[in-house]
């Protein structure tokens, strides 16, 4: 045992020990801390432990760890959720994850709530997910690995120990019967495509924002949040594009959308709000439209189908009445291309192609549009546009 004294003059009592041909030195405290005596007595207890040839710093590292392990037992499930769900919020893109994680783990994991973490075992998840594992696939499959995920957590806080309980493969998996994926999913009610200029008609008489929106979502195949939250700096009127930045896509990747005419005239009768620059502002403090507003219109209509649906229409549409390729269409709803090998080769998101589908789309969900795209391949009234462009502070397209 020798007394360390650093350059800035701290003082510490160092015990040196040989293991194995290992020269090591454990640290037994600061002196203003520990006196002499004590220093010579954990000393002491290390010799005996190395007369039993265990290593003294392995042996104290592992009954720290035992001792926080202890601590850790009145750590809840229910606090480890809290914890994990806060420690993630800056990574989830929705605002509504949070909620929604917090809601699915106390609702579907009462029990375990006040259970300590590190005494929840295989039986207690089983318990969780055999309640809803028939009857609520989808929801079921999300909350094993919800909380496969809060457990996995506590493991690496150091409040639990051993195998995940909540692990699928070669665990769970042998235990609960397989849901296959296309039983699990539940597609979006959707309006067949046949009906969507019935559809189309009748929305146009719809008055509110919402309406405005919910045309403009069918006429460019996007997601109802991506409409949503669209601002007039996204929206080039004169290239007639509208380009979505990566941090609103599901795919995390910017996706530029053609304006057909008859979107850009969904834009025309939209007043542009000050003090906001959102496309579809709410008319409550000119804040974000709800997603449940779109669906409100809709259900207002008495038609059983969402907003959502309308990518489904679209894309059945293309697939049935059109010759255009599968990628072309893909493109338009910014999905990614399943064969990896076809993405790897496809880097382009063929713009001028979904340009022209994008416009017969318009002309097919427009009742009185001209069907042929050639014939409407610029603004049908053309002084309609730059007196819409005028008022945005724009120039008039140039012909």
Same mark, same amino acid.
């Given at each position: 045992?020798?007394?360390?004294?650093?350059?800035?003059?701290?003082?510490?009592?160092?015990?040196?020990?040989?293991?194995? +041909?290992? #020269?090591?030195?454990?640290?037994?405290?600061?002196?203003?801390?520990? +006196?002499?005596?004590?220093? #010579?007595?954990?000393?002491?207890?290390?010799?005996?432990?190395?007369?039993?040839?265990?290593?003294?710093?392995?042996?104290?590292?592992?009954?720290?760890?035992?001792?926080?392990?202890?601590?850790?037992?009145?750590?809840?499930? %229910?606090?480890?959720?809290?914890?994990?769900?806060?420690?993630?919020? @800056?990574?989830? &893109?929705?605002?509504?994850?949070?909620?929604?994680?917090?809601?699915?783990?106390?609702?579907?994991?009462? &029990?375990?709530?006040?259970?300590?973490?590190?005494?929840?075992?295989?039986?207690?998840?089983?318990?969780?997910?055999?309640?809803?594992?028939?009857?609520?696939?989808?929801?079921?499959?999300?909350?094993?690995?919800?909380?496969?995920?809060?457990?996995?957590?506590?493991?690496?806080?150091?409040?639990?120990?051993?195998?995940?309980?909540?692990?699928?493969?070669?665990?769970?998996?042998?235990?609960?019967?397989?849901?296959?994926?296309?039983?699990?999913?539940?597609?979006?009610?959707?309006?067949?495509?046949?009906?969507?200029?019935?559809?189309?008609?009748?929305?146009?008489?719809?008055? +509110?924002? @919402?309406?405005?929106?919910?045309?403009?979502?069918?006429?460019?195949?996007?997601?109802? +949040?991506?409409?949503?939250?669209?601002?007039?700096?996204?929206?080039?009127?004169? &290239?007639?594009?509208?380009?979505? !930045?990566?941090?609103?896509?599901?795919?995390?990747?910017?996706?530029?959308? !053609?304006?057909?005419?008859?979107?850009?005239?969904?834009?025309?009768?939209?007043?542009?709000?000050?003090?906001?620059?959102?496309?579809?502002?709410?008319?409550?403090?000119?804040?974000?439209?709800?997603?449940?507003?779109?669906?409100?219109?809709?259900?207002?209509?008495?038609?059983?189908?969402?907003?959502?649906?309308? #990518?489904?229409?679209? #894309?059945?549409?293309?697939?049935?009445?059109?010759?255009?390729?599968?990628?072309?269409?893909?493109?338009?709803?910014?999905?990614?291309? @399943?064969?990896?090998?076809?993405?790897?080769?496809?880097?382009?998101?063929?713009?001028?192609?979904?340009?022209?589908?994008?416009?017969?789309? %318009?002309?097919?969900?427009?009742?009185?549009?001209?069907?042929?795209?050639?014939?409407?391949?610029?603004?049908?009234? !053309?002084?309609?546009?730059?007196?819409?462009?005028?008022?945005?502070?724009?120039?008039?397209?140039?012909?």
């Amino acid at each position: 045992m020798i007394l360390q004294v650093t350059a800035t003059g701290a003082r510490t009592w160092i015990f040196r020990f040989d293991l194995k +041909g290992r #020269r090591r030195e454990m640290g037994l405290g600061p002196t203003h801390t520990i +006196g002499l005596a004590q220093a #010579r007595e954990a000393a002491r207890q290390a010799r005996l432990l190395l007369m039993e040839g265990i290593d003294p710093i392995e042996a104290r590292n592992a009954i720290r760890k035992q001792r926080e392990l202890e601590q850790a037992t009145a750590l809840t499930f %229910g606090q480890c959720c809290e914890r994990y769900i806060e420690s993630q919020k @800056a990574s989830w &893109k929705n605002a509504k994850s949070a909620s929604q994680w917090t809601n699915t783990l106390a609702t579907y994991c009462a &029990k375990l709530q006040d259970r300590p973490v590190a005494q929840v075992t295989r039986d207690d998840v089983l318990e969780c997910l055999n309640a809803i594992w028939t009857d609520k696939q989808e929801t079921a499959s999300r909350l094993r690995g919800r909380i496969e995920s809060v457990l996995d957590w506590a493991t690496v806080q150091g409040y639990r120990e051993g195998e995940n309980p909540a692990r699928w493969k070669g665990n769970l998996s042998l235990l609960l019967p397989t849901i296959s994926k296309t039983r699990r999913v539940q597609h979006h009610k959707a309006v067949p495509w046949s009906e969507v200029r019935n559809f189309m008609t009748r929305l146009r008489e719809e008055p +509110g924002i @919402a309406s405005r929106a919910l045309e403009f979502v069918i006429l460019t195949a996007c997601r109802s +949040g991506e409409a949503r939250l669209a601002t007039w700096d996204e929206i080039d009127l004169e &290239k007639r594009l509208w380009t979505i !930045p990566a941090a609103r896509m599901k795919m995390s990747r910017e996706h530029r959308v !053609p304006l057909s005419t008859q979107a850009l005239e969904v834009l025309k009768t939209v007043p542009r709000i000050v003090g906001t620059n959102l496309v579809f502002p709410s008319n409550r403090g000119h804040k974000t439209l709800s997603d449940m507003a779109l669906t409100a219109v809709m259900r207002r209509m008495d038609v059983d189908a969402v907003p959502h649906g309308f #990518r489904s229409t679209f #894309r059945d549409w293309a697939g049935e009445t059109t010759t255009y390729p599968r990628e072309v269409c893909e493109h338009a709803l910014a999905h990614k291309l @399943a064969d990896g090998v076809e993405a790897a080769y496809q880097r382009g998101d063929m713009l001028k192609k979904r340009q022209a589908m994008m416009q017969d789309w %318009g002309n097919y969900v427009v009742a009185n549009s001209s069907r042929s795209p050639s014939e409407r391949g610029g603004p049908p009234n !053309p002084s309609m546009l730059d007196d819409f462009l005028i008022s945005q502070g724009k120039a008039p397209l140039q012909r």
